[in-house]
């Protein structure tokens, strides 16, 4: 007996929870009830002090539009489309919210045609509308980018006051012009150690402050200096 009433409770109970979720889908859908329209929309992002204004313009809808029109795909794909934008996720809540939550590129270096400067994240990604001017001792790309710039920053970041722009020759090797007009010949091997030891001699001999021409350290046993003529 106390099981058949169990029984007959649960299944009431669940009578009424389907025809209450039933209803609320219903509705929503026709664009009645509390859950039909958008009620609120909250972007995060993973980085503070980020302007959010280009995400909204991208989202394309304000609280108050119907849920039946709202195509989270196509949000999504509008919000990855935004400068800056890494990843993103789109999703609705069953209150009627919707959540954009967003990763940043972070800005690690420039890259310029010469004229405009484009913010580089460390994979080469543009990630910023260009500029006219860059910030001092920002590194300064040139020509064809490599798919991670992580350890070329890391090696010259150390002489970034002295290095006007750096650029890769033939996808193998890194050249370095610094501002007062010499160029560094980097290895194609091990890259790092030649800028240590141009560190160390900028350090003790004064030599990105001389008047040369070519540093030369494609050759690691010896270093080739052309000064100018």
């Known amino acids: 007996m106390k099981k058949a009433l169990l029984f007959w409770i649960y299944f009431i109970l669940s ?3 389907a025809i209450y979720f039933a209803t609320r889908i219903i509705t929503s859908q026709i664009g009645r009830g509390p859950i ?9 992002s ?3 002090d980020v302007d959010l204004e280009p995400i909204k313009m991208a989202i394309g809808i304000k609280p108050g539009t119907k849920i039946r029109s709202v195509d989270l795909r196509q949000i999504n794909n509008r919000v990855m489309s935004v400068p800056g934008i890494k990843n993103a996720a789109t999703r609705r809540l069953p209150n009627g919210d919707l959540v954009i939550k967003t990763q940043q590129y972070t800005a690690v270096a420039t ?3 010469g004229v405009m400067y484009y913010p580089l994240s460390a994979d080469g990604t543009k990630i910023d509308t260009p500029t006219e001017h860059v910030d001092e001792n920002t590194i300064v790309f040139h020509g064809d980018l490599p798919e991670d710039l992580t350890d070329i920053i890391n090696s010259v970041s150390g002489l970034s006051e002295y290095i006007d722009y750096i650029n890769m020759v ?3 090797r890194w050249n370095i012009h610094t501002k007062t007009g010499i160029t560094i010949y980097l290895p194609e091997e091990n890259p790092a150690a030649a800028v ?4 160390l001699l900028n350090q003790t001999h004064k030599i990105l402050s001389r008047a040369l021409d070519i540093i030369d350290m494609r050759d690691t046993r010896r270093i080739l200096i052309t000064t100018r003529k």
């Open 15 to 17: 009578i009424i929870l």
């Open 36 to 44: 039909s329209h958008v009620k609120h929309i909250e972007i995060i």
């Open 46 to 48: 993973d980085t503070r």
């Open 111 to 113: 890259w310029s045609d």
């Open 170 to 172: 033939e996808s193998r």
């Open 196 to 199: 240590n030891k141009i560190a």
